[in-house]
């Protein structure tokens, strides 16, 4: 049975921003592989105003054992004061795709 695997969810203010950081955490082993959606928009409320904003999402794949790593490489490297980050814990998946994440997180 493959490890753990996690889904994790965060925005960035453009594409270039999300590419390198993606690169980033790729190279350390953070993730086995980040996916980045551009054109996103977003609208939501900051400090008690309605903002809009055009966004790049990235979809980073990773293991348990490096899900934490993920995160506070995130925060670091985040140019938000807040950022997104939302963890989905992979209930199922193709078990060769789950061991290959596992694998390239290691």
Not at 3 to 10: G, K
Not at 34 to 52: D, F, T
Not at 59 to 85: D, G, W
Request: charged fraction near 25%; glycine fraction near 2%; charge should be negative.
């Amino acid at each position: 049975m493959p490890e753990e695997a996690f889904l994790v969810l965060s925005t960035f203010p453009d594409a270039a921003t999300a590419r390198r950081i993606a690169l980033e955490v790729v190279e350390k082993k953070c993730a086995a592989c980040v996916n980045l959606l551009p054109a996103v928009e977003s609208i939501y409320r900051w400090q008690g105003q309605i903002e809009e904003a055009k966004e790049t999402l990235a979809l980073f794949k990773t293991s348990a054992n490096k899900l934490e790593l993920l995160q506070t490489t995130l925060r670091e490297l985040h140019p938000y004061e807040v950022p997104e980050i939302i963890a989905f814990r992979i209930a199922d998946g193709l078990p060769q795709y789950l061991e290959w994440v596992a694998e390239n997180c290691r």
